[in-house]
DNA sequence: CGCCGACTTGACACCAATCAAGATAAGTGG
DNA sequence: CCACTTATCTTGATTGGTGTCAAGTCGGCG
């Protein structure tokens, strides 16, 4: 999930020079861009040209879904279109031979997703909310992609970000366990503002117990099990169940560096 | 690691129409492509005719290592260079901070790695064992990449490769235990001829304890502990430390998949 | 032949999956 | 507004997998 990202993907550069501007790695979710730019305004400096904005947007088709639930594609279908989300939140998915489900990544605002492989999709995407997608054939953009290299290049540079964050999921899934697993995520959710009320320190939990469960490579007990040990060490505390208020940020982020897979 | 390839790199499509002539997704170990191109014997199709390839390799230096343990870049350092491995086999690291090396993948013959973020690599890559590298200036990459289409395209599509490969281990390391994943691990290494000798079923580790250990996201006595477990339900058997003669594959395949992180 | 590094294993404590059942919240109709 | 239904969240007890630490064994190389 962008969520994760090591960093904002409008800031990825494919070489050493460029528009490496932001500086350290750090983890910071990116805002709402569309291929690196943001759509309405287009508030820190354009990627794209507001008229290869507009060409590509020119093909695409905006979905709009009233609530969660909704499938856009699923495994093995053919793949004709190339999705953006606008707004809300959409898990990516991916099923074992054994028939248990593993959620990849969440994406949300300005992630892309629907990559094909041999002409197929190779995991299924799924609305968790209220969402709004933009959806490009895939022919055309190929055409785009051919006939204008930047556009290419900045395809390139968001699919390279989505390795990144792959990357990071690995990092989390080799060597935390379940309550670092889940600490992390929380603090990834902090950067969303549609989630998280500064003011408040209160955190909307936009996926139920199952999907977290299956993000987190867990079984929904032992994410439970994780929520409620993070609460004895008072670093967060349990308001509803779809919101939680976060105590102690620093003490979450030293938690999910600690050496061992879970010390108490 | 591409030894996890869900699918032979050259066989990536990017849209609906084009080369999709591999088939049904499998797992398929990639032959030695530089780019999706063969370099000594112009075998299967060309993914880059043989024009654009000699003007890629012009710029590039062929790196011979005689043994394992020689960092080619370290996270942090400015990224120059672009790289492909011509021969043998090179691990991509990167640490937590809490100071625990994970083993984020393997590549050998026909991968390429070295893709920089604002610049700079980040994760270390060093050889694990004799290797032979070809090094790419990246200023000259991006010039090529943004004059020739077809050439970024062909980098494109091995990101998205790459990209697969990590959802792979993120769906290995979600959800299988220490048992299945070097099952897995065992797997994909049989469909390196460099390591296996179907002949006599015999495979050659690579790698030693400890990074098979970081790879699997496990601890040098868990990964032992798994081969002790195998060799018990005589699915392989320990030859010497480094070499195990793969007794029944099957046996392994279903093991994989099984439902359980451990049935026992 | 003997040293050294790498592989291998034992005992202990802890974490995680299973199964099933109870508690809480949200949505619905009277 | 209240009772009901339903979905979702939450929790004990048991079994087995995994990290830790340390000690033992094997193989290769001089």
């Given at each position: 999930?962008n969520?994760?990202?090591?960093?904002?993907?409008?800031?990825v550069?494919?070489?050493?020079?460029?528009?490496?501007?932001?500086?350290?790695?750090?983890?910071?979710?990116?805002?709402?861009?569309?291929l690196?730019v943001?759509i309405?305004?287009?508030?820190?400096?354009n990627?794209l040209?507001?008229?290869e904005?507009?060409r590509l947007?020119?093909?695409?088709?905006l979905?709009?879904?009233?609530?969660?639930?909704?499938?856009?594609f699923?495994?093995?279908?053919?793949?004709?279109?190339?999705f953006?989300v606008?707004?809300?939140?959409?898990?990516?998915?991916?099923?074992?031979?054994?028939?248990?489900r593993?959620?990849l990544?969440f994406?949300?605002?300005?992630?892309?997703?629907?990559l094909?492989?041999?002409?197929?999709y190779?995991?299924?995407?799924?609305?968790?909310?209220?969402?709004?997608?933009?959806?490009?054939?895939?022919?055309?953009?190929?055409?785009a992609?051919?006939?204008e290299?930047?556009?290419?290049?900045?395809?390139?540079?968001?699919?390279?970000d989505?390795?990144r964050?792959?990357?990071?999921?690995?990092m989390?899934?080799?060597?935390?366990?379940?309550?670092?697993?889940?600490?992390?995520?929380?603090?990834?959710?902090?950067?969303?503002p549609?989630?998280?009320?500064?003011?408040r320190?209160?955190l909307?939990?936009?996926?139920?117990?199952?999907d977290?469960?299956?993000?987190?490579?867990?079984?929904?007990?032992?994410?439970?099990?994780?929520?409620?040990?993070?609460?004895?060490q008072?670093?967060?505390?349990?308001?509803t169940?779809?919101?939680?208020?976060?105590?102690?940020?620093?003490?979450?982020?030293r938690?999910?560096?600690?050496?061992?897979?879970?010390h108490?």
């Amino acid at each position: 999930m962008n969520l994760i990202t090591p960093k904002s993907g409008a800031n990825v550069d494919i070489g050493t020079h460029g528009c490496n501007r932001a500086g350290k790695p750090s983890l910071e979710i990116r805002a709402r861009p569309l291929l690196g730019v943001n759509i309405e305004s287009a508030g820190t400096q354009n990627l794209l040209s507001s008229e290869e904005q507009d060409r590509l947007l020119h093909d695409a088709t905006l979905l709009t879904y009233r609530r969660g639930g909704n499938t856009l594609f699923t495994e093995g279908q053919t793949a004709n279109f190339l999705f953006v989300v606008d707004q809300g939140i959409i898990r990516i998915n991916r099923y074992a031979e054994n028939g248990r489900r593993q959620i990849l990544a969440f994406r949300v605002a300005g992630d892309l997703f629907g990559l094909p492989e041999n002409g197929q999709y190779v995991d299924s995407a799924e609305t968790v909310g209220p969402a709004k997608i933009y959806r490009i054939p895939w022919h055309r953009m190929q055409l785009a992609m051919l006939a204008e290299p930047q556009i290419q290049l900045h395809l390139f540079i968001k699919v390279v970000d989505d390795f990144r964050q792959a990357e990071h999921r690995i990092m989390i899934l080799g060597q935390q366990n379940t309550c670092q697993r889940l600490a992390s995520f929380i603090l990834d959710l902090r950067r969303i503002p549609e989630f998280f009320d500064e003011e408040r320190s209160l955190l909307k939990l936009p996926v139920n117990r199952f999907d977290l469960a299956d993000y987190l490579g867990a079984v929904p007990k032992s994410s439970e099990r994780a929520f409620a040990r993070l609460e004895s060490q008072s670093l967060l505390r349990r308001v509803t169940a779809r919101t939680i208020e976060i105590l102690d940020i620093s003490g979450l982020q030293r938690l999910q560096h600690e050496r061992w897979r879970d010390h108490r």
